[in-house]
């Protein structure tokens, strides 16, 4: 391959599959190309004298940051400390990939790559590159008592995921012939609310009478039954009392007190997507906080939405993306969050204490229910490396509304937003399914549609 210096970058020129000899232990790997650098998502592998992760933790990406000696410090570079390498890993492979953006590397421009070290800069643009969406990028490994680097630069045919896999990484990803719709979650009584929260509520079973008892429950990962009620009818048809669901979060690398107090909200805003099904039709929708998506009380699925919180607010308020929801109407609701693309590196859990908080009773000036609702929070916790996450599954069937706060994900690399097919069961991904995107490259819009047909129980599609 042929490689020219570029006066602008000034660094020494290496050949594609040359090997290099490094001096120091410290280096930064970095992709640009002449449009922008975030065409180009970096990744680094850590594996064994066999090819292999020790374990999916091994994989470093903008889902799971860091690692040992490694750490990813934007969209385009990682960071290497091959001091603190285990003496066990092998070889440390960096990986470019064009997948969430819609592109592939053989549209790309000036591609280049940029290995920086304190006593050293090395450059190489790595050529011949076509309908590759995957780029092993350079390798630094073991030689002897000290590091190689050997300038790789060839695309990987098959995409991300089949380059994880071949890595031994876990993509959870069930293939085209095996089931990929979750069994419906097994019935649960409801858990105990806080101490002095009184009685919990009666399950539906209990018989046709209202429960009028207050709800309070916080529900946590650690709790053995992630499900709680409240029951809908107890306001007895007088106006004013509304029923809202919004996903709450203090913004990524937020801090706390000893007491557990916010101190500083850091920045950072999530995606937040609430898929509603109608029970009858079987039809769904999708509300969002973008501006053509947002729902209405007027007609179905009588979902209105806030709009998008863009980060927490002033004053050490959370962020907030919510919804009000007529609760005459029978239907599933999923809380679902898109954590790719455009969020950068981090999932859900790095964004501050993520709550579901789902409030019942008569509303305040402000139109939201008052200090006396009915509340239930479900704390979020998700450190698995997938873009999509429902963190809530809400069901309203003859006034009451259930909760099953379980955490449940995507296959790893899918951009396809779980749904729930006609029995109301999770379905971790189906070819209807909506399918995320950026929104900065799609004028704001980050679902390819919006509304459709639930897929029919016992129908299995492959779709990734």
């Avoid at 042929?2 to 020494?12: E, I, Q």
């Avoid at 998502?41 to 066999?50: C, E, H, R």
């Avoid at 091994?58 to 934007?74: A, I, K, M, R, Y």
């Avoid at 070290?117 to 643009?125: C, I, N």
Wanted: net charge negative; with cysteine.
């Amino acid at each position: 391959m042929k490689v020219t210096v570029r006066a602008d970058h000034g660094g020494m020129r290496v050949g594609k599959g040359s090997k290099t000899d490094l001096s120091g232990s410290r280096f930064t790997v970095s992709v640009r190309t002449a449009e922008t650098s975030a065409l180009v998502d970096v990744a680094a592998v850590l594996l064994g004298p066999d090819g292999r992760v020790r374990s999916d933790d091994d994989f470093v990406f903008f889902n799971n940051p860091e690692g040992p000696g490694v750490e990813l410090v934007s969209d385009a570079a990682v960071r290497l400390d091959l001091e603190r390498v285990p003496g066990d890993v092998q070889r440390i492979l960096v990986s470019g990939s064009t997948e969430a953006q819609g592109r592939t590397f053989g549209e790309l421009s000036g591609l280049a790559v940029d290995v920086h070290g304190a006593e050293s800069h090395y450059e190489f643009e790595p050529d011949g590159l076509t309908a590759e969406t995957v780029l092993q990028v350079v390798a630094l490994y073991r030689r002897g008592g000290g590091w190689r680097l050997d300038a790789i630069g060839q695309g990987y045919d098959g995409g991300l995921a089949a380059f994880a896999t071949d890595h031994g990484i876990d993509v959870g990803d069930p293939g085209p012939d095996a089931a990929v719709e979750a069994p419906a979650p097994a019935a649960a009584p409801a858990p105990a609310p806080a101490a002095d929260a009184g009685p919990p509520p009666s399950p539906v079973a209990a018989g046709p009478a209202v429960d009028f008892r207050k709800v309070k429950v916080s529900l946590t990962k650690d709790d053995p039954a992630r499900t709680a009620r409240i029951d809908l009818r107890k306001s007895q048809g007088e106006p004013g009392w509304v029923l809202t669901v919004g996903l709450e979060w203090d913004g990524r690398g937020a801090s706390y007190d000893r007491g557990g107090a916010v101190t500083s909200y850091g920045s950072g805003d999530l995606d937040v997507y609430f898929f509603c099904r109608d029970e009858a039709t079987n039809r769904y929708v999708v509300i969002s906080g973008e501006s053509r998506h947002r729902g209405s009380l007027g007609k179905w699925p009588f979902v209105k939405h806030s709009g998008d919180s863009k980060g927490p607010g002033r004053d050490n308020r959370p962020a907030v993306e919510r919804v009000h929801v007529k609760p005459t109407e029978n239907g599933d609701l999923l809380v679902n969050v898109y954590q790719s693309v455009d969020n950068g590196a981090g999932a859900i859990d790095k964004f501050g204490r993520p709550r579901v908080v789902i409030r019942y009773g008569r509303a305040e000036p402000d139109g939201l229910p008052g200090p006396d609702a009915d509340e239930i929070v479900v704390h979020v916790g998700n450190g698995r490396n997938s873009f999509w996450a429902t963190v809530a599954h809400i069901d309203v069937r003859d006034g009451i509304l259930t909760v099953d706060g379980e955490t449940r994900y995507s296959s790893l690399f899918s951009e396809v937003m779980p749904v729930l097919d006609t029995a109301g069961n999770w379905v971790q991904r189906h070819r209807s399914s909506p399918v995320g995107r950026s929104k900065r490259r799609n004028r704001g819009i980050g679902l390819t549609t919006y509304e459709g047909s639930c897929p029919a129980p016992g129908r299995r599609w492959f779709a990734g």
